[in-house]
């Protein structure tokens, strides 16, 4: 059996391998090689990423594919450090923005890893009813997202799902002159915030889920509502969990997060709430997010654009939307193993 990444056998059910198969690409991923992210560490250097891929080409004659879909890089800068040590021609990279129109290079394409991973894990985000209001989750204290957290906090009720966990470096994420040190520190210190206490730290994973509960759920997700707060980054539109669990979950989705990330689903054939989530700066949609939840006919709303729910619900479900979405990765990969 082929190793689902160069020294790396694991995660074996949503490995980059494990999803040319399921698209049908077996023939294809067998020739070649994947490098996790992890694994690679292409922060260390172009140097030591070229040794790593020329060894294993050298190991096993197969094509070197650099996974960098799941997590956000300054692309351009690595790429082209990388070209400096190893022929355009003899690698491929997975790019971390999911517009094609970024990935301009024969040997550079975006890959819909994150949407696999909700598809292929033993993931049961769908079909919860909608008993709550807006829900937002934060995984990392994020500037932007503590921000929204000020902002919309008077009008936070308790039949929203509000948690923002205190991880990471948040004053590393303030941008300049925006906060005074002392904010900085009360704002970390007021950390983690939950609207209700039995959200903090919820989960509904294991093992053995708790009666009448299911694997990996999450009453975010009962929400008619879910603010997505991805990460934002170079004005890179990176989709994690975040985004693809909201529209499994068959929640109106507002993306908070890279400002383009509207406008990159549009492309990609979901319906887009326009009412809400318009493309636009966080200060922008910030009031739009108030504007909100000052209203008391959300369930409404939803009812409303129930028909637009269900046409992403069914988009995201359909593996006409992976073949799409990997469909340049593909073309481009065979045209350099020609």
């Given at each position: 059996m082929l190793e689902h990444y160069w020294d790396r056998d694991w995660n074996s059910s949503v490995s980059h391998r494990s999803q040319f198969e399921y698209l049908g690409q077996q023939s294809l991923a067998d020739r070649l090689i994947f490098f996790d992210d992890s694994y690679l560490q292409i922060h260390l250097g172009p140097e030591r990423t070229a040794r790593v891929v020329r060894d294993a080409v050298a190991r096993t004659g197969r094509f070197p594919v650099l996974c960098l879909d799941s997590n956000p890089y300054p692309l351009e800068r690595?790429?082209?450090?990388?070209?400096?040590?190893?022929?355009?021609?003899?690698?491929?990279?997975?790019?971390?923005?999911?517009?094609?129109?970024?990935?301009t290079q024969p040997n550079v394409a975006p890959w819909p890893s994150w949407p696999f991973y909700q598809r292929m894990e033993k993931n049961y985000q769908q079909g919860q009813p909608k008993t709550r209001r807006v829900s937002f989750l934060s995984g990392s204290g994020r500037y932007h997202r503590i921000r929204l957290l000020y902002d919309i906090r008077t009008y936070i009720t308790p039949a929203d799902v509000i948690v923002i966990n205190k991880i990471g470096n948040f004053p590393a994420s303030v941008p300049y002159n925006t906060l005074?040190?002392?904010?900085?520190?009360?704002?970390?210190?007021?950390?983690?915030?939950?609207?209700?206490?039995?959200?903090?730290d919820y989960?509904?994973?294991?093992?053995?889920?708790?009666?009448?509960?299911?694997?990996n759920s999450h009453p975010a997700f009962e929400a008619c509502v879910n603010i997505t707060g991805e990460t934002c980054w170079n004005d890179q539109v990176l989709l994690s969990e975040k985004t693809w669990k909201a529209y499994r979950s068959g929640c109106l989705v507002i993306n908070f997060g890279p400002a383009n990330s509207t406008d990159a689903l549009r492309d990609l054939g979901f319906e887009i709430w326009d009412q809400f989530d318009q493309t636009g700066t966080h200060e922008h949609k910030t009031q739009l997010i108030i504007d909100?939840?000052?209203?008391?006919?959300?369930?409404?709303?939803?009812?409303?654009?129930?028909?637009?729910?269900?046409h992403n619900v069914a988009l995201y479900n359909s593996d006409a939307f992976l073949k799409k979405f990997a469909q340049m990765a593909i073309d481009k990969l065979e045209n350099l193993l020609l």
């Open positions: 690595h790429y082209s450090e990388i070209c400096q040590h190893l022929d355009p021609e003899s690698f491929f990279i997975f790019h971390p923005d999911i517009r094609p129109k970024l990935s005074s040190p002392a904010q900085i520190e009360q704002w970390w210190y007021d950390l983690p915030y939950v609207n209700r206490k039995e959200f903090l989960t509904g994973a294991g093992d053995t889920p708790p009666e009448g509960q299911q694997y909100l939840m000052k209203r008391d006919d959300i369930e409404h709303l939803y009812q409303q654009n129930l028909p637009m729910v269900q």
